[in-house]
C-alpha cells in the first residue's frame, strides 16, 4: 500500500480492498483510507502500530453531559481521548482527516438500547445534534506486548479479542450504568507481570489489567462463549489475564434506553494519529493501578 494510492481513493473514492495482513504494514492515514473507502471492514487488533487506537460512542447532544459523567466516573473501561463538537462528524484532536461516519470499519446502531443494526458508514444516519466521543483502547499496547516477546493469540491468528461482562460495577450517571466489559488475553505464566508493567504504562488504553486468574473472581463462567470476539485458548502454563474495555458504554447504552446511539462494532476501533504514548487531555484521573490484583 503506498501513499499514491491512498491520495488515488481520496481524489475519486474508489473501493480498493486490503487483507489483514496488508494493513498490518500500512500506516493510520493508509489504513483509514482504505476503511472509509469500502476496502476493510473487519478487525483493528494489529493494525496502526505507534498510534492510539479508540472505541466509539455517538449519542445526541442532550445526553452528551451525562454521558461524559460516566466516563469521568469510570476511567478505567472509559478513558476519554478526544470529543467531536456537537453535529461535527471532524475529530479534528485525533488526527489531521478523521471523519467519524466512516472512518470506523464498522458501527453497531442502537435504539431504545437494543442493537437495532450494523453497518459500515453513518453518514445517512448522522444528525446535527450528535456528538462523538473516542475512548481508549487496549489494542494500543499490544504491540509493546509484541515487542516484548509476549505472544498476542488474536492478532496471530486473525482474530477479535474475547471481551466478557463482568461483575465489576460502574458508578452510574444519568441513566448510563451497568457492569463493566473485559478483554481477556492468555499470557504466559512467567511474562504476567511484564504485560502488567507494560499496559500500566498507557493509562489512555485501559492501563494495568483489572484481574488475572480465576475468572470466575470477576464474574466470568466460560471462557469458551464471550459475550463479544472470538474465544482464545488458554494454554496449560499460560494465565487468562483480563484488562477493562470500552465496550462497557454498549452496556451502559442498553441500560440507557436512548432512542439513538451509535457505537463501533467491538474489535472494530477508530485509528488515530495520536501517538500512543502521547500526552492527552483526559477529563478526570486515570488511575495507575488495576481495580483488583492478586
Known amino acids: 500500500l503506498s501513499s499514491c494510492a491512498v491520495n488515488h481513493w481520496d481524489e475519486r473514492g474508489d473501493s480498493v480492498t486490503a487483507t489483514y495482513e496488508e494493513l498490518k504494514h500500512a500506516d ?5 483510507a482504505t476503511i472509509r473507502y469500502g476496502g476493510y471492514d473487519s478487525h483493528t ?23 461524559m459523567r460516566f466516563c469521568q466516573r469510570n476511567p478505567k473501561p472509559c478513558p476519554i481521548a478526544g470529543v467531536s463538537d456537537t453535529g461535527n462528524p471532524s475529530m479534528s484532536t485525533l488526527g489531521g482527516d478523521i471523519d467519524i461516519r466512516t472512518d470506523v470499519p464498522r458501527y453497531n446502531i442502537y435504539r431504545n438500547g437494543e442493537l437495532a443494526d450494523e453497518t459500515t458508514d453513518i453518514t445517512e444516519i448522522w444528525r446535527d445534534d450528535l456528538v462523538a466521543f473516542a475512548l ?4 494500543t499496547f499490544e504491540h509493546a506486548l509484541e515487542k516484548a516477546g509476549i505472544p498476542v493469540w488474536h492478532i496471530a491468528h486473525d482474530k477479535t479479542v474475547p471481551m466478557f461482562r463482568s461483575n465489576v460495577e460502574t458508578i452510574p450517571a444519568g441513566p448510563f450504568s451497568g457492569n463493566m466489559v473485559v478483554s481477556m488475553r492468555a499470557i504466559p505464566e512467567a511474562r504476567v507481570p511484564d504485560a502488567v508493567e507494560i499496559s500500566r504504562r498507557y493509562p489512555l488504553a485501559h492501563g494495568g489489567p483489572v484481574w488475572w486468574g480465576e475468572p470466575a473472581g470477576i464474574g466470568v463462567t466460560d ?11 488458554v494454554p496449560s502454563g499460560e494465565v487468562p489475564v483480563f484488562w477493562a474495555c470500552g465496550v462497557t458504554p454498549q452496556v451502559a447504552i442498553e441500560a440507557a434506553r436512548l432512542p439513538l446511539c451509535i457505537t463501533h462494532k467491538p474489535g472494530h ?20 493501578q488495576p481495580y483488583a490484583e492478586q
Not at 493510520?28 to 483509514?32: H, L, P, Y
Not at 471462557?223 to 485458548?233: K, M, Q
Open 28 to 32: 493510520a492515514t493508509q489504513v483509514r
Open 45 to 67: 487488533a494489529g493494525l496502526g502500530q505507534g498510534v492510539l487506537q479508540a472505541n466509539v460512542v455517538i449519542l445526541p447532544e442532550a445526553q452528551a453531559l451525562n454521558f
Open 136 to 139: 481508549g483502547c487496549s489494542f
Open 223 to 233: 471462557l469458551s462463549n464471550p459475550d463479544w470476539g472470538d474465544a482464545a485458548p
Open 269 to 288: 476501533m477508530l485509528i488515530t494519529d495520536i501517538a500512543e504514548d502521547a500526552e492527552v487531555p483526559v477529563l478526570g484521573a486515570v488511575p495507575s
